[in-house]
């Protein structure tokens, strides 16, 4: 398979990224001689404070589906999953991962050879949760489960409160974190029953803690944004999220987020920007990238296109934002904080009939970095939280009038999908939208 030559970056911090991932990876391959767990883990799903005070390594599924794609090397694991008759059209992080367990269980625990930067570690358990949306993280687990059965397994829900314009959050929000709270308790037992360890609650403490500083620093960094031009785009902040996805309760995340926000304010004060000349700038509305694919951000920046904001993975909000409640229990925090990231845009689509939170995000992005047009990414192989992307589309236009769309449509893994004369076609052709509506506001 032809492996793309890697985008160019506008920051020297993302070309950091690479290291981080790749220690990630090697943490789960050096586990066993460090006497450490793995745990097959999953983004957004709360786990991450819990793991490392229990120092279990995680092992990202879906970081190492990503970063097949990147390398165009998912086809074989893609290939593989399907001998044993998943759909490709389940959810391609998914069948990336079990096409490997798959191969490599026939190798008798061997990793395959030519795996992305050595492969991952097999695990000793799995740490799953759903986040209430997806069906495939609920059924990963299981389907995992098939190919290594001596492996335990955990999945929560992690639920929040749904969307509904008739009900003040504040209401329902305790019980969702009651729930939360208890699921989050089962799974430090489990930690502890597999890894023959108790939990140190004040080392839990300390780590969330440190998550929570991250998540402010993290906040203000990206913040950093909102000038023109701005120092880092979409692009960039597909790889410079790594270390607040994966590596969330550490020192290495926050130390990261310190050097890129030095770096973007020395850019802000150079007026050093991502295009040559920053003529319109975007926002990233929703969904995952094709990882595949990641030049497509650089084809926009040469048409002087940037995307100063996203929703994608900005999966942190400054915690006074948020208005926690006091607790001295770090689960219950760790369950306010996840609730209060969603719930708190729910006030503000209120206010507007017919809005939806998620679109208060994407308006308020708008207004915030000044942006002239929002870009999703449809990707098929999700069904969960790729599918609300034409709704939201339909709502921006109805509850904001006139502003220029692009919903862009492939996958996250799977190359096949992908024609790049055709994406490069449909992103001319929203330049000239935008320079239409840019004329016509002028
Ligand atoms: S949310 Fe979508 S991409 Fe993520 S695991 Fe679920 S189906 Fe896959």
């Known amino acids: ?6 985008r160019a970056l506008a920051t020297q911090s993302a070309a950091k990224i690479p290291k981080f991932v790749r220690s990630n990876l090697s943490a789960t391959l050096k ?12 983004i957004m799903d709360g786990h991450d404070e819990i793991m490392r005070a229990m120092d279990i390594v995680p092992a990202w599924g879906e970081s190492f589906s990503g970063l097949c794609a990147a390398k165009r090397d998912a086809e074989q694991y893609l ?5 044993e008759n998943f759909s490709r059209s389940l959810c391609t992080y998914a069948t990336c991962n079990l096409g490997f367990d798959i191969l490599r269980e026939e190798m008798g625990g061997e990793t395959p050879p030519g795996a992305p930067w050595g492969g991952m570690g097999r695990p000793d358990m799995i740490i799953g949760s759903a ?12 389907a995992t489960r098939h190919y290594l059965p001596d492996v335990p397994v955990f999945v929560g829900g992690m639920y929040y409160p749904p969307w509904d314009p008739q009900t003040d959050r504040r209401e329902v929000e305790k019980f969702y974190v009651k729930y939360i709270t208890e699921e989050l308790r089962e799974c430090v037992r489990f930690c502890e029953k597999v890894t023959g360890k108790k939990m140190d609650w004040d080392r839990l403490e300390a780590a969330v803690d440190l998550a929570d500083r991250t998540w402010d620093l993290f906040d203000e960094t990206y913040a950093l944004r909102k000038a023109r031009p701005t120092p880092m785009d979409t692009g960039d902040a597909m790889n410079t999220m790594v270390p607040i996805t994966f590596n969330l309760g550490t020192q290495e995340a926050y130390d990261f987020y310190k050097e ?23 926002v990233w509305g929703a969904g995952l990238p094709s990882w595949f694919a990641l030049g497509d951000f650089q084809y926009f920046n040469g048409k002087g296109a940037v995307f100063p904001a996203e929703t994608t993975y900005h999966v942190a909000q400054p915690i006074d934002r948020l208005d926690l409640p006091n607790t001295s229990d770090p689960l219950e925090h760790i369950a306010w904080r996840l609730i209060r990231y969603y719930t708190h845009w729910y006030d503000k689509a209120r206010q507007k009939p017919g809005s939806a939170p998620l679109v208060e995000r994407i308006m308020e992005y708008v207004d915030d970095y000044k942006c002239d047009g929002v870009v999703f990414h449809s990707a098929f192989s999700c069904r969960s939280w790729h599918a609300g992307i034409i709704l939201q589309a339909e709502v921006l236009r109805k509850v904001y009038g006139h502003i220029p769309i692009l919903i862009m449509e492939g996958d996250i893994v799977d190359i096949s999908s992908y024609n790049e004369a055709d994406t490069h076609n449909r992103i001319d052709a929203f330049i000239e939208t935008l320079e239409a509506y840019k004329n016509s506001r002028n």
């Open 260 to 282: 890129l926000n030095a770096e973007l304010r020395e850019k802000v004060e150079k007026k050093e920007g991502v295009a040559e000349e920053e003529k319109y700038r975007l």
């Open 79 to 83: 290939q593989k999953a399907e001998s």
């Open 1 to 6: 398979m032809e492996e793309k030559k890697p």
């Open 31 to 42: 586990a066993r001689e460090e006497g450490k767990k793995v745990a097959y883990a999953f």
């Open 131 to 142: 986040q209430q949306l997806c069906d495939p993280r609920f059924k990963w687990p299981q």
